[in-house]
Every structure is written in C-alpha cells, then in structure tokens.
C-alpha cells in the first residue's frame, strides 16, 4: 500500500469522535480506541461503544470508513456488536490497543530520548507518517517536540521503541501540534 498525499490527521484527534452510519446516518457512538499496528506504521482500525450507557462495543477496520470528518467518522456498513474487541480485526503480533500513545523512546545504545506522544496519519490509508515525539531539556525545565521517521524506529515493544542513534539528524521539531490537523472533510472511499 503506498502513502497518500493531503492533509494528515492526528491520531488523538481520532478519539471521541462520533461514529455515524453513512447510509442511514444513525449514531453509533464515540472512537474509545485506535488499533495500530507498530511494526507496519499503520492504524488498522478502531473500537467504538455503542450507546452512552451501554457498555456493548464494536470495532471497525480502517477500511470500513466512508468519509472523516472534523467531528465524526462515516462508516460504510453497521458491524455485529460484541463484548471482545478482538474478533472484528485481525490480530497479529505487535498490535496496541490505545486510547493514547506513550511509549518510551531509547536510543540502540541504551539512552533515554523521551516519549511518543501523538502520531500523524494519511487518512486515505491509516499509514503513520511519523510520531511526534517528547524531549525534556537536559535540565528538564522545558519540553520539545520533534517529528520521529519511522525509518528511525528500529524495534517497538509494549511501551517502548527503540530508534537509531543519529535518528534527530533526520527529525524536525514541531511548530505547533495544530499544523497539518484536518478539519475539513475526507472522502475515503
């Protein structure tokens, strides 16, 4: 599957947003999770709870989306809701189920850079175009954050990457975490 060019969203601007139905416009509830998977840099899909007080939920494969928009995701097909989150996509090895990113980053050589807080994504496909990634000062009285290649990223764990040493020769810092956020609405299909 090849990148898509165009606006790129967050991937914390995927959660809490409405799920809607696209061809009866029927609410189906709010993104609780995003699954993505580390090892291909792609978002695959996301877990929705139906209702406000049900605690039902169904997941949906990133495929199913119809159009994103600012504050809703349009869904192509209702799903079977289900109490195990797993059985509507595929489970592989490497697979995270978050409501937020924060894994800690280290260099091969074992040290410390800082943490994974956010991620961005070509909508048309789910690819990550990079991690924003967390540094503290080395007084640790400032934080900056840095766009991470996942060319960078050399192996991932629960709770932890491992990048390449030189990776922040490649890494550009972040102007500000609302460039580049879409707003306006994709169609995917």
Not at 60 to 76: D, G, M, N, T
Not at 141 to 167: E, H, K
């Amino acid at each position: 599957m090849s990148t898509q060019t165009g606006e790129l969203i967050y991937y914390s601007s995927l959660l809490n947003r409405q799920v809607t139905n696209e061809t009866a416009s029927e609410r189906l509830g709010r993104v609780i999770q995003v699954w993505l998977h580390y090892k291909d840099h792609q978002v695959i899909g996301f877990t929705c709870r139906l209702g406000v007080l049900k605690h039902n939920s169904c997941t949906f494969p990133w495929s199913q989306i119809a159009i994103l928009e600012a504050q809703r995701i349009l869904v192509k097909t209702i799903p079977t809701p289900h109490l195990n989150a797993v059985t509507n996509l595929e489970f592989q090895m490497q697979i995270a189920v978050d409501n937020h990113i924060s894994h800690e980053v280290w260099t091969s050589t074992g040290n410390y850079v800082g943490k994974i807080t956010d991620c961005r994504i070509y909508p048309h496909s789910g690819i990550v175009k990079d991690y924003i990634l967390t540094v503290r000062s080395l007084r640790k009285l400032t934080l900056q954050q840095f766009y991470l290649s996942p060319n960078s990223i050399m192996a991932v764990s629960r709770g932890w990457m491992t990048v390449i040493d030189d990776f922040m020769q490649e890494s550009e810092p972040v102007s500000s975490k609302m460039s580049g956020v879409n707003l306006l609405p994709v169609e995917l299909a």
